[in-house]
């Protein structure tokens, strides 16, 4: 056997799972998205890009996708920083306390959100308590407690991606840094900032990727009034039953993804090159 | 996708029905039940005893109405089910359709004591309903300043911030709604009037949940004085511990039918009629109302003050139960989904 062949025998698993469970599905719903009772059409698209209020559901997702990545790099950021700076046993517990939210069931942890944030909630009624609310004041069903709960869920994606990076940081830079005169936060934004972007570039993909598509989490917090453009979709699949428009959708948020993916990757890499 | 599991699970089930018929041709009877507690109802209260009056055993498939249904007409030309349970219309489209064999009354002797509109169509192959999830106003009697009497008592602005509605993907949630519109003026054909109120409703305050259990919830954590929703759910909050009461409003009380039907062209036609009888006599309809709080169809069934409270009973109770037309609310569900979802958008 030649070692092209070799090689072909060892990808082909990856691509047959890859081409099954992935492009054929993706495809097939491609096709779903323009059909319609007499063949090709473009009305279920038509449909929802010329009402208000599915564009509304489109601005909201891509909104709030990107306030969740921006807020899980402004706390991933230092996090993965002091976890790569201490000693490895404190390391392996900040890890641990990291992603332990993914050990849990995601039903099972937002309805702990529901618990403090709801009506009744501890901080609802403490902030009541302070006079500085009025008495129907909750967090849930709100925007903030969708943002909030994917921010826990999301973190470890963004620290993690960020800790492999800064951890590979030759630890002398830093110090020539400092003994050339730069403050410890100089040193931080002209030297591990910079060489960490890599890092939250990775990582930002994956929890915008991850935020714009996730359905659970928003409609248990945001509630059926909040709508998200992936439980817009649910709707369409299970209540409604107007499959091709749930197709068109899911295309519409899958090109929405990479309208905003592919500018962002491509002045990042700018950037790294 | 959808359509191969289904294919896929239809032969599944229907090589286990041949071969369960194959064990005992006569003596078999296949129906359908809507799983979990409901089931175990179903069994203690109608199977069981079918099962020791005839000796014939019961071969229950659990399947919710629109997927029973799919399953029946997939089968038109082979049918493997005997008796079919449908709680959201479908057996009058089902009975048009040929699928369904009309009851001889006279064969079915509890049927004399059954509601009329609860046996309208038999003869045209509409089963009977054997029980009624009543559509009403469950209140939290501790709390909320008085006890609502009437739907429009909903937008008193007493309960404002404590009310509690449903969303209409949900099957209660949609019956709920269509009385609110009606009471504002609205019809099956103009649901404005009802979309106007819900809007109304939310600027003072409303909360709107789309699962039954953020109801209990609502009411456990958050404070919630009053919910439209259906009489056997108010008696799962009051055993979770909750002063939940139920009332009926005085306009009217949306009915959610459960029938019991025979499919047509299946050979056990007198063991299904049989089982048909004991679904809608008193004693089934009591253990029924006992352990769910569905409201009994047999004008016979004798409940205790206690049950009956929590149901649809006796004259004046059944008096006001409507049934809003389940084919216009299929024909309509999906734009009226869609103009809902926009109404209560923030």
Redesign the interface.
């Known amino acids: 056997m030649t070692d092209r062949l070799e090689n072909m025998a060892l990808v082909m698993p990856g691509l047959l799972l890859l081409g099954l469970a992935f492009i054929l599905?993706v495809l097939?719903m491609l096709v779903l998205s323009v059909s319609g009772p007499d063949g090709f059409t473009l009305e279920h698209f038509t449909r929802f890009l010329s009402d208000s209020?599915y564009l509304?559901?489109l601005w909201r997702t891509v909104r709030l996708s990107a306030l969740i990545t921006l807020i899980t790099a402004l706390i991933g950021f230092p996090l993965a920083y002091i976890m790569a700076k201490s000693g490895p046993r404190l390391r392996l517990w900040l890890t641990l306390i990291v992603i332990l939210p993914l050990m849990t069931s995601v039903v099972i942890r937002t309805f702990g959100w529901?618990?403090l944030l709801?009506?009744?909630?501890m901080i609802p009624s403490m902030l009541r308590d302070l006079g500085l609310v009025g008495?129907?004041f909750?967090i849930i069903?709100t925007e903030s407690a969708i943002v909030i709960g994917m921010v826990q869920v999301l973190l470890p994606f963004m620290t993690l991606s960020v800790l492999g990076v800064v951890m590979s940081i030759d630890g002398r830079l830093e110090e020539a840094a400092r003994t050339m005169g730069c403050s410890f936060m100089k040193t931080i934004r002209t030297v591990v900032l910079p060489l960490s972007l890599p890092g939250i570039v990775a990582g930002g993909l994956l929890v915008f990727t991850l935020s714009a598509s996730s359905f659970v989490t928003p409609?248990l917090l945001g509630?059926?009034?909040?709508?998200v453009l992936a439980g817009s979709i649910y709707?369409a699949v299970?209540?409604?039953?107007?499959w091709e428009f749930a197709a068109a959708q899911a295309v519409i948020l899958f090109v929405g993804v990479a309208l905003v993916l592919v500018p962002y990757l491509s002045v990042a890499g700018r950037r790294n090159g | 996708?959808k359509l191969d599991f289904a294919k896929m699970f239809l032969g599944v089930s229907a090589l286990s029905l041949m071969a369960s018929a194959a064990v005992a041709q006569e003596k078999t009877l296949t129906i359908n039940s809507f799983g979990g507690a409901y089931e175990e109802a179903h069994r203690a209260c109608i199977i069981t005893p079918f099962e020791q009056e005839t000796g014939a055993k019961v071969e229950i498939v659990t399947a919710y109405s629109a997927d029973a249904f799919a399953q029946v007409r997939a089968q038109k030309d082979a049918p493997q089910f005997d008796i079919i349970h449908f709680s959201g219309g479908q057996e009058i489209v089902a009975a048009t359709e040929g699928l369904l064999a009309p009851i001889d009354a006279a064969k079915v002797p509890n049927l004399a004591n059954v509601y009329d509109f609860a046996k309208a169509n038999v003869a045209k192959g509409e089963g009977p309903a054997y029980s009624i999830a009543a559509i009403g106003m469950i209140y939290n009697t501790e709390k909320a300043p008085s006890a609502p009497t009437k739907w429009t008592d909903i937008m008193d602005p007493a309960f404002a911030?404590h009310l509690v509605l449903t969303?209409i993907?949900n099957g209660y949630g949609m019956l709920g709604f269509l009385m609110i519109n009606q009471v504002n003026g609205g019809t099956l054909e103009n649901i404005q009037p009802g979309l106007d109120a819900v809007t109304k409703l939310?600027e003072a305050?409303a909360?709107?949940?789309?699962k039954s259990p953020e109801i209990q919830?609502e009411f456990a954590?958050?404070?919630a004085w009053l919910a439209p929703y259906a009489s056997d759910y108010g008696y799962t909050l009051r055993k979770a511990g909750l002063p939940a009461g139920f009332v009926q409003g005085e306009e009217g009380t949306p009915a959610s039918l459960i029938t019991v039907n025979m499919v047509a062209n299946r050979p056990n036609e007198d063991l299904a009629l049989k089982f048909i009888d004991i679904s809608v006599s008193p004693e089934a309809q009591q253990c029924f109302a006992d352990a769910l709080r569905y409201s009994p169809t047999n004008s016979k069934a004798e409940l205790s003050a206690e049950v009956a409270a929590d149901v649809a009973y006796g004259e004046d109770g059944v008096k006001g139960l409507l049934r809003f037309d389940p084919i216009a609310i299929e024909a309509n569900?999906?734009a009226w989904?869609?103009a809902w979802?926009?109404t209560?958008?923030?």
């Open positions: 599905p097939q209020y509304g559901i529901i618990v709801g009506r009744s909630g008495r129907s909750s069903q409609s509630g059926s009034r909040i709508q709707n299970t209540q409604t039953l107007e | 996708m911030e969303d993907s939310l305050g909360i709107i949940v789309s919830q954590q958050n404070d569900r999906a989904v869609e979802n926009k209560i958008a923030r």
